[in-house]
């Protein structure tokens, strides 16, 4: 077995998957949408800076997360960007699923 070939195989599976096509359509008809593709691009930037405070072990800024709120809310009014949100959360839940099992091979190697 070739490893190599096996990953090829592995990616090709991962874009035939229903996860990553659906993904894949959902994200054209965003790009399609200004206001929908700012709204998902400012909850991305809004989300990284609050996860980076609680890394940090700092309290988000309230302004911050009332920004968030307002973002969301917007958000849940538009069954597009419903649609977004469940196909994202639905392809990355078995990209981890993907990495949990790739992830196996190194804790195994390094004694985790």
């Known amino acids: 077995m070739n490893v190599y070939d096996e990953a090829h195989n ?4 991962i874009k035939e998957s229903n996860e ?3 993904y894949s359509k959902v994200c054209e ?3 399609k949408d200004s206001n929908l593709s700012q709204m998902i691009k400012e909850i991305r ?13 700092e309290q988000p800024d309230a302004e ?6 307002n973002v969301y809310a917007m958000m849940a009014s538009n069954p597009q960007a419903g ?3 469940e196909a994202e959360t ?8 993907v990495l949990e099992i790739l992830g196996e091979v190194m804790g195994s190697m390094f004694g985790m």
């Open 10 to 13: 592995l990616a090709r599976a």
């Open 20 to 22: 990553y096509i659906e």
């Open 29 to 31: 008809e965003v790009e």
């Open 45 to 57: 930037e809004i989300s990284f800076k609050v996860q980076a405070a609680q890394v940090s072990g």
């Open 64 to 69: 911050l997360m009332s920004r968030l709120q």
């Open 83 to 85: 649609r977004y949100i």
């Open 90 to 97: 639905r392809f990355q839940l078995m990209m981890k699923d």
